[in-house]
């Protein structure tokens, strides 16, 4: 089982829509959770952190947090052409280390 | 702030040779990442450091990877006798130390090497 697992997508949304992308993890010990988006050929941004339960909303974007799922998951509404990435979410342990997940790619269609 | 930077943005090399890339934090992060990525996966964990500290290296380096943070500012990451199964984006990213909700890591542009 791998530590922080996505579904790859590709997840197609039309323009206006609510994208929704999910997230389990495998760590009970997972303290820290960020989403990152990243763009072909190109680094990845962190959108959004979130550490306790329940939701946390930033503009367009909403995290959600359920630790007795191990489970995290990003929102992000009225998608436009431009959110069309790839999104990692990963997990911090405590120590060093942040475990990343594969990655879910978003299409969203105008 | 200007971010993290990383030199040269991209390097092609011939299978042996040996390649070093530089990394400079965010001025006031003490701890600096190094990941490489490959198409259709996420960054996968190298090495950090605390200030000029090694504190952790990957049990998938091998003794051919080594990076240095001589005075707890700029990094490098060095590959010696390079194979082509190291052609990837290697990335470098920076924080605070962490101190309960500050963790957040911030990514340079990455260097993407390329061994022929």
């Known amino acids: 089982q791998k530590e922080v697992e996505q579904n790859s997508g590709p997840l197609s949304v039309p323009e206006g829509a609510i994208a929704s992308l999910n997230c389990t993890y495998s760590?009970?010990?997972?303290?820290?959770f960020f989403w990152y988006r990243q763009y072909s050929g190109k680094s990845p941004e962190l959108i959004m952190s979130i550490y306790s339960n329940g939701d946390k909303e930033d503009g367009r974007f909403t995290a959600q947090l359920n630790k007795a799922s191990q489970y995290v998951s990003l929102l992000i509404r009225d998608s436009q052409p431009s959110d069309s990435a790839t999104y990692l979410c990963?997990?911090?342990?405590?120590?060093?280390?942040?475990?990343f997940g594969a990655g879910t790619r978003l299409f969203v269609k105008a | 702030d200007t971010g993290v930077s990383q030199n040269p943005r991209h390097k092609i090399t011939k299978r042996g040779q040996n390649v070093t890339f530089r990394c400079d934090p965010i001025s006031e992060h003490n701890r600096l990442y190094w990941y490489r990525q490959t198409l259709g996966q996420g960054p996968e964990f190298l090495t950090y450091?605390?200030?000029?500290?090694?504190?952790?290296k990957s049990r998938l380096l091998s003794d051919r990877f080594s990076a240095e943070r001589p005075k707890g500012s700029f990094s490098t990451l060095e590959i010696q006798r390079t194979e082509q199964g190291d052609s990837a984006m290697y990335l470098c990213?920076?924080?605070?130390?962490?101190?309960?909700?500050?963790?957040?890591?911030?990514f340079g542009p990455g260097t993407r090497l390329t061994v022929t």
């Open positions: 760590d009970r010990g997972s303290q820290s």
């Open positions: 990213a920076s924080s605070l130390v962490w101190t309960g909700e500050n963790y957040e890591q911030y």
């Open positions: 450091f605390q200030n000029e500290a090694q504190l952790e």
């Open positions: 990963a997990t911090y342990t405590g120590g060093f280390k942040t475990i």
